[in-house]
């Protein structure tokens, strides 16, 4: 056996350490609260500890979330929204002050397990049109210091979560990564404090938006069953896009001097509805390859190793934004009331299965919808139903969704069902101008997963939280009025 330095030993070591942490806190998840009708924290909490997830990724600071998150030992990464960038990045007191509120009370009297904060969520979107290039790394920088100042430095990292459209190929290989043109000077000014900082970069990854966003993306190229024909870069083979995509980023590191910089994925995912290729299968055969895929430890070619990595999501939210498309808000491996939408095997749990929440309660089983004997000409018919669908939620109609298979009728009453169940079934949300009806028969088809859903009762947390009050039949009679 050859001689072993000092510095070998403790890089050894630091590898079996990351090991044994990979294994003991597995794959992590992502928690949005972008829902009309968010399940309570306890019930939430409750699903991730029953389904044996140790690591979950908020993208705010909500107090009854993280409070409910104590003693559990599941690490938390808390985020700071973009829109309180400017706040924190301006002004060291402000930074300071968040830093004590939802990082410092939390630790020291909630017991929560907090270790990351992240700093803003994709920032550097080219769709934001560079609204918060000059805040995000203040805002870092404040954070951190704040941290520092607060004792916490060495057990709460900071990160950046950014988008893989942060970084390019200039020869369509990984080996050609690069950050950015355009954003290549604030990138390494970011990259550099986290390296100073023992801080990793978080990168969210989606295949499926490549598939979603180019009709000639091979499709099985986004899968990890090794289906496609792998790509060469240099004599490197890449079965999947993941690990592409994630060495295109490690090649731009090692380009810049940062060879070293941990990595985290911060999402990762598939949608189940929306779009012609978000369905169930798809979803469950993205997820269940990508567990598979990174559960020996292999890691990719620039980056062997375990893969820190939170799915993404744990639930859908019927709040979110449909600008980048109608999936937005079904990236949940439960739906919004915690039920396991397919198989999935996470590794954590005795049967091998997701395991739903436990004791939802619902609204009353009735349902709101066109009346039958109403005709489809007749004048408040499409205003109705715009109405209905740009207040509520009807992302699951459309070509290639769960219930595109609807006739005109079911279409129609769907979207009148959507409303009144967001506004928790009161008698004014289903009083669309003589053309619709409350009923008790469900109106769901008895083929195929389009579902009429019942909505689950509204929680009232102690932040004063309150389900939305619906617009009352005079305004909806006004709208329509405008709209003709």
Known sequence: MGWVTVADRINIGLVCLFMMLWSVSGI????????????????????????????????????????????????????????????????????????????????????????????????????????????????????????????????????VPLNADVYESTNGSPSGGDFRADIHNIMLTIVNFLSLSAAPFTVNIYPFISLYSDPNFPVEYAFFDGNASPVSDGGTLYYNMFDANLDTLAHALQKNGFADLPIIVGEIGWPTDGDRNANTEYARRFNQGFMSHISGGRGTPMRPGPIDAYLFSLIDEDSKSIAPGNFERHWGIFTFDGQAKYPLNLGTTNSGALISAKGVQYLERKWCVMKPSVRLDDPQVEPSVSFACGSADCTCLGYGTSCGNLDAWGNISYAFNSYFQKNNQREDACKFPNVSMITKADPSPTDGNCKFNIMIQPYYGSAGWYAQKPLGLTSVLLIFSLVL
Do not use: C
């Open 28 to 159: 992590g998840v992502n928690w949005g609260t972008q829902a009309s009708h968010p399940l309570p924290p306890d019930t939430m909490v409750r699903l991730l500890r029953d389904n044996g997830f140790q690591r979950v990724k908020l993208f705010d600071a909500d107090y009854d979330t993280l409070k409910t998150l104590g003693k559990t030992g599941i690490e938390v990464m808390v985020g700071i929204p973009n829109d309180m960038l400017a706040i924190v990045g301006g002004s060291m007191k402000a930074a300071e002050k968040w830093v004590a509120k939802n990082v410092t009370q939390h630790i020291t009297s909630n017991n929560v397990n907090i270790r990351y904060v992240a700093v803003g969520n994709e920032p550097f979107l080219e769709t934001y049109n560079g609204s918060y290039l000059g805040i995000t790394f203040p805002a870092l920088r404040n954070i951190q210091s704040a941290l520092v100042k607060a004792g916490h430095n060495n057990q709460v990292k900071v990160t």
